[in-house]
């Protein structure tokens, strides 16, 4: 199981740039994709919660996990639903990504099969949470008109990502060497919208959806140094950080995330890594 980089180009954005307007600090709002992960041992999404929970940092930082719930190597097992308790007790959001035996692509199901696959899957969450998950994210960013819809009948709202690690599971190359030039590539392009206010301001800060994928173990070895990254590069950047860097409060958690939600699949951020390019090619 191996990891994709997508390397970095020129940036946007210098760290001599001055905002015009005096934008809200910026919070990191971390999300993880397709775990938990049922390894044995040496479990990444054990590894993950870890960090999260204690690192030089920030100790105890909350994050929202975009879970496979009968994923037949994770959450599909007595071992992936330990996990997803795990989480949940931990102060972390469940949220909803597929309930298919594999990474089945939303699209391609058909809307009977992927309003079956939403019921089971929000059932196996409300079942671990006592509440119906609020957030979706669909498996290889791909989505339509439809697709949207469907999840909005469900109560899901879509939430996509600003900064990725590109660290998605693939059979390639399990490292990166693109690390900071990548978050720092995309940190700059987001730039412009913070200085010019145009985006929510939530608790008195800017949440910045981050998204990493806790079932890759290379993720999990280096989450201590991609949280430096991504302090670093704000620094670089001259974009304001707030006291708190990252989420450590479920309800705010929550409240940053439908905040950043997509309503419209016409007016619908660009996905990250190579995925707005590649589904381009199929519209």
Same mark, same amino acid.
């Given at each position: ?13 210098? +760290?001599?740039? #001055? ?7 910026? &919070? *990191? !709002?971390?999300?993880? =994709?397709?775990?938990? @992960? ?56 469940? +949220?909803?990504? #597929? ?7 939303? &699209? *391609? !199901?058909?809307?009977? =099969?992927?309003?079956? @696959? ?59 060497? #693109? ?105």
């Amino acid at each position: 199981m191996l990891a994709l980089s997508v390397a970095g180009q020129s940036n946007a954005a210098t +760290a001599d740039d #001055t905002c015009d307007g005096n934008p809200a600090p910026i &919070r *990191y !709002l971390l999300t993880f =994709d397709d775990g938990p @992960s049922a390894v044995r041992p040496d479990n990444p999404t054990e590894k993950v919660l870890s960090i999260l929970s204690k690192n030089p940092h920030q100790n105890g930082i909350k994050a929202v996990f975009f879970t496979q719930t009968r994923a037949v190597n994770g959450g599909g097992t007595e071992y992936g639903r330990t996990l997803l308790k795990r989480e949940v007790e931990e102060g972390h959001l469940l +949220a909803f990504h #597929t309930a298919t035996p594999r990474h089945s692509n939303h &699209r *391609y !199901l058909g809307e009977q =099969d992927l309003k079956a @696959s939403l019921e089971l899957g929000i059932a196996d969450l409300t079942s671990i949470t006592g509440v119906a998950p609020k957030l979706v994210r669909p498996p290889f960013w791909s989505y339509d008109a439809l697709t949207l819809d469907v999840y909005q009948q469900h109560g899901l709202q879509m939430l996509l990502t600003d900064l990725s690690a590109n660290d998605g599971i693939i059979y390639g190359i399990n490292f990166s060497l #693109t690390k900071r030039r990548n978050m720092r590539k995309l940190l700059a392009a987001m730039r412009p919208r913070w200085c010019q206010n145009t985006l929510p301001v939530v608790d008195g800060v800017t949440p910045i959806v981050v998204t990493f994928h806790d079932i890759n173990p290379y993720t999990a070895n280096h989450l201590e140094e991609y949280l430096g990254i991504l302090l670093d590069v704000a620094g670089e950047l001259n974009v304001q950080v707030s006291e708190k860097p990252f989420y450590d409060a479920a309800d705010e958690l929550e409240r940053a995330a439908l905040a950043r939600v997509v309503k419209d699949s016409n007016n619908a951020p660009e996905l990250p890594g190579i995925w707005n390019w590649f589904w381009s090619l199929f519209r």
